[in-house]
């Protein structure tokens, strides 16, 4: 059975962009980066909401021969994976292995993760609370920028109780911080 992961890069002060939907502030260095790779290595299915997929969906029309190899891997990653769109206004995907679904059935997500093997990830707060809600999340997976940005979309959902257990936790040199949880 894959466990659902909920895999997100924040703001000390718990944000995943600033007041103006910028998140430039949390660009990963290059350890950073080959870090989160490995993270996502085992992930066989992305279920994103439009914003997230509309961000992510870079990855999959990147040139990649100048990129540096933690962006040529993470990005062959992403297209080989299977991907699961939530949203209600997109009309189609661009993306290859993308199916698009109105709304985020928990009954659908519980079935997808009995039949696989592969780890699901969880990308975007606002489809990650309806995740954290259903009770669904079995992993938190936090990169800690050592920015504070008062003010923005919070990482984690108000209105929702669970209990974590760190299982790992690695600092970088850049003073980012790595977080693992399992609920």
């Known amino acids: 059975m894959g466990k659902l992961i909920y895999a997100t890069i924040m703001s000390l002060d718990g944000y995943v962009n600033d007041a103006a939907g910028n998140f430039d502030w949390a660009m990963p260095s290059e350890e950073v980066h080959a870090f989160a790779n490995r993270l996502q290595r085992a992930t066989g299915t992305y279920l994103v909401g439009r914003r997230m997929y509309e961000v992510m969906v870079w990855w999959e029309t990147v040139p990649l021969e100048n990129e540096p190899p933690v962006v040529?891997?993470?990005?062959?990653?992403?297209?080989?994976?299977?991907?699961?769109?939530?949203?209600?206004?997109l009309t189609e995907v661009s993306s290859a292995n993308t199916r698009l679904e109105r709304t985020f059935n928990?009954?659908?997500?519980?079935?997808?993760?009995?039949?696989t093997e592969e780890d699901l990830t969880v990308g975007g707060p606002t489809l990650a609370a309806a995740a954290f809600e259903a009770g669904l999340v079995d992993e938190v997976q936090l990169i800690v920028v050592p920015e504070i940005v008062g003010g923005g979309t919070r990482a984690l959902p108000d209105g929702v109780r669970a209990s974590l257990q760190l299982h790992e936790q690695r600092r970088f040199e850049n003073g980012m911080v790595y977080l693992g949880y399992r609920i």
Request: aromatic letters at 10%; hydrophobic letters at 45%; zero cysteines.
């Open 72 to 89: 040529r891997e993470y990005a062959l990653e992403w297209r080989q994976a299977e991907k699961i769109v939530y949203s209600t206004t």
């Open 106 to 115: 928990p009954e659908a997500v519980r079935a997808l993760k009995a039949a």
